[in-house]
């Protein structure tokens, strides 16, 4: 079955504390992508990626790092989390440059950061 | 003046009723646009994309009117599964890598 597998689906923790946010896709997608949703802010792009070893910076790059080493991972790291990067994050992909195709999401972290 | 804006909501409507929703968006170069679907704290599905003749699929209908800088979207026969978040979201220009805008959304709740 095609999908964006991201974990961990629900993740509290405390401040400073490094973590990862693993994503996958078995599509073959060379765009893959980082949003957080925030009530009253919507969708916002931390960072996205045109293929391997291509990262680039989106609306809402501070605090966060990705890399693509490999075509199906794009994990999102928080060096030090903070309480302001509590929110609700999803991973999506797409074939191509993303900007006119169908966008598929991973189901969503929840993260708290305490 | 805000790139991509959406009215809020929400939309209350019954079930069988008509209703529609613009977005505007500020740039005039923007080329692609589309209609994302999401249910509460779920991730965002493809819709429907919009194209500039305007576009239908079933009880939904897209349309584009680029010189006034909006998309909207029908929904005809509205069911209580219509219930969710519709998200605008609109590509700036052709550039490849391009982020998308995503707007806030519009809520719809459809009752019986």
Redo the contacts between chains.
Sequence with gaps: EAQVTQNPRYLITVTGKKLTVTCSQNMNHE?M?W?RQDP??????IY?S?NVEVT?K??VPEGYKVSRKEKRNFPLILESPSPNQTS?Y?CASAT?????E??F????T?LSVL | RKEVEQDPGPFNVPEGATVAFNCTYSNSAS??FFW?RQDC??????LM?VYSSGNEDGRFTAQLNRASQYISLLIRDSKLSDSATY?CVV?PH???????I????TTLSVSS
């Design positions: 765009y992508s949003y009253g802010l919507g969708l916002r792009q996205y045109m680039d989106g609306d609700l999803f191509g440059g993303g900007w006119n169908k966008l999401f991973g189901s969503g929840q | 080329q692609s994302y704290r779920k991730e965002p599905k493809l994309s998200l590509t052709s550039q490849a890598g391009t982020a998308l995503f707007g806030k959304g």
